[in-house]
């Protein structure tokens, strides 16, 4: 590989070699061979600017099929430079500020990542066609360096990664939260109240209709039940036809009336309305807290097999 010389070591060389040529050469072609080193740095120079510019087209035309986008951007996220095949994705985005590419959501948390200079962050990034897309950033604080001054922000789409994780915290049938999901939000939240729900008389309905059709009443029960709680509470499949609801105490009783009037509607599912009835426990707070919440739910059931009260 061509190494560069530094312009110290191409200027020692030349008055190396002018004075070997001075001592060694008659007086007379002394001042004439003096003309060699010149020519000889001009060489050196005309060489080493042509490695540099090889160098510089090679950078850029690896940056500009990288799948990453890459940024430089002030700290306040107006952007300077956009690099990388994924450029287009934000339009005009050279002449404007990060922030306005960003989900609403998250414009506070990248304001901070941008403020700190470094690290890691991951956001929702509007692109120019108006999709979102989840993407992992990297900052590396080049503002003292002056051939950048600036923050270089390497963007990479994180939609990937995000699938794969929604698919091991969601129910793949439903969509809903599954039960690793419900007992980490449940192990986070200060004050829960849960409501464990189970289907009546599920069981012959896959017998007589089949499977899909039972798949389709669970799909059916978790848009309902999805009605019924906030956009803050959680929804989850625990596995069968066993759901929960992880809400806040003190909503619970206003909770399991509207679980009551979704079970109202018969489901319309292979041609036939079926009447689909749950019993339901809730239990509010304590360590325990699903636990007591299952035991209620069965309590409803031993009481009476045809009551389908909320407990």
């Given amino acids: 590989m061509d190494r560069i010389l530094s312009r110290r070591e191409v200027i020692a060389s030349a008055i190396g070699l002018a004075a070997a040529l001075s001592l060694w050469s008659p007086l007379g072609l002394a001042a004439p061979l003096l003309v060699i080193p010149l020519f000889a740095v001009l060489w050196f120079f005309a060489r080493e600017r042509r490695i540099r510019t090889q160098q510089v087209e090679t950078l850029r035309v690896i940056l500009q099929h990288a799948s990453d986008l890459i940024l430089i951007v002030e700290r306040d996220g107006r952007v300077r430079r956009v690099l990388g095949a994924s450029a287009a994705l934000l339009g005009d985005a050279e002449s404007g500020h990060l922030i306005d590419h960003v989900h609403a959501d998250d414009v506070a948390g990248v304001r901070r990542f941008l403020a700190s200079g470094s690290g890691e962050a991951e956001f929702r990034l509007r692109h120019a066609d108006g999709a979102v897309r989840h993407v992992h950033a990297v900052a590396a604080d080049l503002t003292r360096d002056d051939r950048v001054r600036g923050l270089v922000l390497t963007i990479r789409d994180d939609e990937a990664r995000q699938a794969l994780r929604h698919r091991a915290w969601h129910d793949p ?115 325990d807290v699903l636990a007591a919440a299952d035991r209620a739910m069965y309590a409803v059931k031993r009481r009476d097999e045809r009551q389908r009260a909320i407990s």
């Fill in 173 to 287: 049938l439903t969509g809903l939260a599954n039960r690793a999901l419900f007992d980490e939000r449940l192990a986070e939240a200060d004050e829960p109240a849960v409501l464990f729900i189970d289907l009546d008389g599920f069981k012959p309905v896959n017998d007589r209709l089949g499977h899909a059709a039972g798949d389709e009443v669970l799909r059916i029960v978790a848009r309902r039940l999805q009605t019924c709680v906030r956009a803050t509470d959680t929804v989850a499949r625990l596995g069968g036809d066993e759901f929960a609801l992880l809400v806040e105490a003190g909503s619970e009783d206003e909770v399991a009336a509207r679980v009551a009037d979704a079970f109202a509607d018969p489901f319309a599912v292979g041609g036939e309305l079926l009447v689909v009835t749950a019993s339901v426990g809730v239990a509010v707070g304590g360590e």
